[in-house]
């Protein structure tokens, strides 16, 4: 009997394990399927994006000429000479030409900003000009020495552009995303032969080189990103060159010559690790507050400086506690054979801790840069400029950045504002890419280093 009951107490107990284990299979395959489900979400999203995005780049357009070019020259334009396309800008254009040498060749801000007391010469030290053109003033310039300057500041292929702008008039009246230019075109060109009869179609990518090399306009057709990609470069430089020594030797001295007895060390510690998820706008308002106004003397204001600064301070927590991590799973066998073959502390720290924590330390780089690079608020809140035509060329430049041009391109009505939208944020996943790439490749040559 006892025996008896000690196998049926078993069964149960083997019945009960059993129907335990299903249930945490059970749970373990529902969990896995969340997982994947999850996985699956996230891309689709991502696919979406990217097919939004790449949609609006690539399409139709509408192009109507004020003028039609054969009305200007018996000869097609493209086969015109410099000096010829210079003719035509000097002939057709108010005042001799003179509004685009202010506009086009001058800066017009900076113009305005050297009281009109500077001549050609002064103005455009690294262009070869006649010397009776750099000898004058903008107001002294007569036709016959803008053309001569025209000739002399632009190439052909930059005064054709020019005359099509200035001159010809190209207005692109509408434009159509790349699914809808490749199953709806019998219908856009009825809507096109309605509304604009003397209007052509032609393929256009909005993402081309000319979009990188022209700096902002008016008119979306002919806006270009360049001043704004400079800023993002300079900024992002900067940032770089302030966050990451500093946050690298934060947590060097936190991680190993701090002791964590001192209550002032475990106040810093904790502050930075709450820093990491304080909204950026404030750190926005910190900038504005320390180096746009009480650090202007040094700035100069709303200049490029003052943004990596702001931005430093963004993602310094984040670098820092990445580091921190990196330095923490160091073995301490490494440490304990450095100490001892007779080296000091700052010996070990140099030549054998932080190159194996640099993968690490490169991880935690790549997510505070990849967050700056996205960020607007603090930069808006430090003055950045939402429309600028004069390139950053130091750190105390007015500048502008490109998540700054795609919020204000993606604010404006009418479809093309999509478009060039569409194209920056294009641009601006491809310097990310370039910047994480980068980092990734010196986190794999000291990860091949280390186990060489």
């Not at 017009?108 to 900003?113: K, Q, T, V």
């Not at 927590?317 to 066998?333: G, K, M, Y």
């Not at 939402?386 to 604010?411: G, H, M």
């Amino acid at each position: 009997m006892a025996q008896r009951a000690l196998s049926e107490t078993r069964t149960a107990e083997d019945q009960a394990f059993a129907r335990s284990l299903a249930a945490r299979h059970f749970r373990g395959a529902v969990w896995e399927r969340f997982f994947q489900a999850a996985i699956v979400i996230g891309i689709v999203a991502l696919l979406a994006l990217m097919f939004n995005t790449v949609n609006r780049i690539v399409g139709l357009v509408a192009v109507q000429e004020a003028i039609h070019p054969s009305e200007i020259s018996d000869v097609p334009l493209e086969q015109l000479s410099a000096e010829q396309l210079a003719a035509i800008l000097t002939e057709r254009l108010p005042s001799g030409g003179r509004v685009l040498v202010r506009d086009g060749l001058l800066g017009g801000a900076d113009y305005y900003n050297a009281n009109n007391t500077l001549t050609m010469g002064q103005f455009l030290p690294d262009v070869t000009l006649p010397e009776s053109v750099a000898s004058k003033k903008l107001s002294e310039l007569q036709p016959e020495d803008t053309q001569a300057l025209f000739v002399a500041a632009m190439d052909k292929n930059t005064l054709l552009d020019e005359v099509y702008d200035q001159v010809v008039g190209r207005d692109v009246v509408g434009s159509w995303p790349l699914t809808a230019s490749l199953f709806n075109r019998a219908d856009i060109e009825a809507e096109i032969a309605a509304d604009h009869p003397n209007a052509t179609l032609q393929w256009n990518s909005w993402l081309d080189l000319q979009f990188l090399v022209d700096s902002m306009s008016n008119t979306p057709a002919d806006t270009g990103i360049r001043t704004a990609f400079l800023g993002t470069i300079w900024v992002l430089l900067l940032t770089l060159l302030v966050s990451f020594p500093l946050g690298v030797g934060t947590a060097l001295y936190l991680e190993e010559y701090s002791s964590g007895n001192n209550w002032l060390e475990r106040f810093i510690e904790t502050n930075i690790r709450n820093l990491a998820g304080v909204p950026s706008i404030i750190y926005g308002l910190l900038g504005l507050a320390i180096f746009v106004r009480t650090l202007e003397s040094i700035t100069q204001g709303r200049t490029v400086i003052s943004a990596a600064l702001t931005m430093a301070l963004l993602i310094l927590p984040v670098i820092i506690i990445n580091a921190q991590e990196a330095l923490r799973a160091v073995p301490p066998s490494i440490r304990e054979a450095s100490f001892g073959l007779g080296a000091t502390k700052w010996q070990t720290i140099w030549n054998q801790v932080l190159p194996a924590a640099m993968p690490g330390i490169l991880t935690g780089t790549i997510l505070g840069m990849s967050r700056a690079i996205g960020e607007t608020a603090p930069l808006i809140i430090i003055g950045a400029a939402t429309f600028i035509v004069k390139d950053p060329n130091s750190p105390v430049s007015k500048f502008t950045v490109i998540p700054i041009q795609i919020y204000n391109w993606a604010k404006q009505p009418g479809g093309q504002y999509q478009d060039i939208a569409a194209a920056g944020i294009v641009l601006l996943l491809i310097v990310l890419l370039l910047f994480n790439a980068t980092a990734i490749i010196l986190r794999q040559r000291f990860r091949r280093s280390l186990s060489a």
